[in-house]
């Protein structure tokens, strides 16, 4: 009776940041395999840096990511640091922490509410994105920038933040706090939420450990990592804050992490402020010296890596990067294929890609009638499914 | 708390050629080339490192690639560095046999740099376009 159908996602649309094509395998309703194709968007970044100098390198990995767009700069001020033994001022550690803590803030709301669109909660994504505003506002008045802020550098920060950007940005906190409270609320209690992401694109600790997958992907599995509290970097060793931990692997408990980890960024941010000490946020960085230097530093996706080589001139010998989804998209692997189609899109978003848009799809019969549905018809079906869930 | 280091050293002994510590949690050591599906075995398998990814160049002797493994529990990173002495036709085993996280990075290595990862079983180009032209790799020096 089954006959099976090639699903392809991907690879382009105006909206998604990274494009990606999945081509989902099914059989009857269930996805059997998927071959997972990357490499549009490659664009040499790590050739590039091989001929900017050591300050100009962290423009360029700056621009890897436009939502995550602060992590990979400070990784790779971090491996610099590391490679020449820079002292960096207290302050400058600071700073770095309130943003990169501020950046999970948003890349966090801006996953929920795409993944409430996903599964038909549109209110959630309208919502999320609405408490992302402010934040995003906030940048704006530290950095200039909503979103490109350029706040790293090697050696410090290079804006201040202004004793007058403490209260809007406090003002800020309190506002997101009490959404983040809504969202926790809409998730936990709500019946059909937990019909429609529990037990859903499982990945279990072993699994999770052999695909040695980070960031919330893999502490929803039980891999108790996170690169902040293991190897500190930044202030995070003189704030007091947990690593939120869930054990069940599915849709659900890496939505549980996310939405509990908005928690902990703003508690972070809110002792940053308070403890941010007076002086310089930077210091004055002589010629890097010969050798190597590794930097990493935990995104809202994940573990981001720089392996940096000198060889004493003033660009760096080799680059590497590695970011979150390189390791975390290869695990879908394992968690979409015995999923039905309806339940795809969560399951492939649920490990936040920098693709979270499965908008460009088509469903092809692979025998006969070559029948080509638009993309909307998968996200439709996950929003079907739900309706029909809710009245039950 | 584990010492790692100690237990690398206590496994590997006399197969660890050159052992340089950067600061306390940043470690790197160099082995043989022929050794590395072993090693890697038993730092990912038995001592339950995890991988974090590989860093390939190219240098004057040739191919040198660098391993990186991190040990959360302590937040170091371990970094197995290995040459491979041959210009013209790079190779080495592949790791995708022990686990699959290794399957992407070598695929990447292979087109970028002209590895071959022997045993790779889907050794195939990962972020390269389907029209760029063979032979040509794009991150070695010439």
Redesign the interface.
């Known amino acids: 009776m089954s006959h099976k159908v090639i699903i392809p996602i991907g690879p382009y649309h105006p909206l998604q940041e990274e494009p990606e094509f999945f081509k989902l395998f099914v059989e009857g309703e269930k996805v059997s395999d998927i071959e997972i194709v990357?490499?549009y968007n490659?664009r040499?970044i790590?050739?590039i840096c091989e001929s900017k100098h050591f300050d100009q390198v962290a423009f360029v990995v700056e621009r890897i990511c436009g939502i995550c767009s602060t992590s990979h700069p400070f990784a790779y001020v971090n491996a610099v640091e590391?490679l020449a033994?820079i002292e960096v001022p207290e302050r400058a550690l600071f700073i770095r922490t309130i943003i990169a803590e501020m950046e999970r803030l948003h890349s966090h709301l801006l996953w929920l509410g795409l993944a409430g669109h996903f599964i038909g909660y549109n209110t959630v994504w309208m919502w999320a994105w609405r408490y992302r505003e402010p934040l995003l506002d906030c940048f704006e008045m530290i950095s200039g920038n909503r979103n490109h802020y350029a706040m790293m550098k090697v050696g410090g920060v290079r804006r201040d933040i202004l004793d007058e950007y403490i209260p809007p940005l406090k003002k800020a906190l309190d506002e997101i706090n009490r959404a983040v409270d809504m969202f926790k609320g809409a998730v936990m209690d709500d019946p059909v939420i937990h019909a429609r992401l529990k037990g859903i694109g499982v990945l279990t600790y072993d699994q999770a450990?052999?695909?040695?997958v980070v960031g919330p992907t893999a502490r929803a599995s039980g891999v108790?990592?996170d690169?902040r509290r293991?190897?500190?970097y930044g202030a995070y060793n003189r704030i007091d804050w947990t690593v939120v931990i869930r054990k069940e692997g599915d849709v659900f408990a890496k939505t549980v992490v996310r939405i509990l980890e908005m928690y902990e960024s703003i508690r972070i941010i809110r002792q940053c402020l308070n403890k941010m000490p007076k002086g310089e946020i930077d210091a004055e960085v002589k010629d890097i010296p010969p050798?190597?230097?590794?930097g990493?530093a935990e995104a809202p996706r994940g573990?981001v890596?720089h392996?940096v080589?000198s060889d004493g001139t003033n660009r760096p010998?080799?680059h590497?990067v590695?970011a979150p989804s390189?390791?975390n998209v290869?695990s879908n692997?394992i968690a979409a294929v015995g999923q039905s189609i309806s339940d795809a899109t969560i399951t492939l978003a649920a490990v936040d890609p920098c693709y979270c848009c499965t908008e460009r799809v088509a469903v092809i019969d692979r025998f006969r009638n070559r029948k080509i549905l638009d993309g909307w018809d998968l996200i439709r079906l996950s929003q079907e499914k739900t309706y029909k869930l809710r009245k039950k | 708390m584990r010492d790692i280091l100690s237990e690398i050293k206590e496994r590997l002994k006399d197969r660890i050629d050159n052992w340089y510590e950067h600061n306390p949690r940043r470690i790197y050591f160099s082995i043989d080339k022929n050794d590395i599906r072993e090693i890697a075995q038993i730092l990912f398998e038995d001592l339950g490192l995890r991988f974090a990814t590989a860093t390939g160049m190219e240098v004057p002797e040739g191919f040198e690639i660098v391993y990186h493994f991190s040990f959360d529990k302590s937040g170091q990173i371990i970094s197995v560095r290995t040459l491979i002495n041959n210009k013209n036709n790079p190779e080495i085993d592949s790791l995708a046999v022990i686990s699959p996280c290794f399957e992407w990075i070598e695929r990447e290595m292979w087109e970028m740099l002209g590895i071959n990862f022997v045993g790779h079983p889907n050794l195939k180009r990962l972020l390269l376009a389907e029209d760029w032209p063979e032979g040509k790799y794009p991150l070695r020096q010439r």
């Open positions: 990357i490499g490659h040499g790590e050739k590391d033994q450990v052999e695909w040695s108790d990592i690169v293991d190897d500190p050798g190597e230097g590794i990493h573990e890596f392996y080589r010998i080799r590497k590695r390189y390791m290869a692997k």
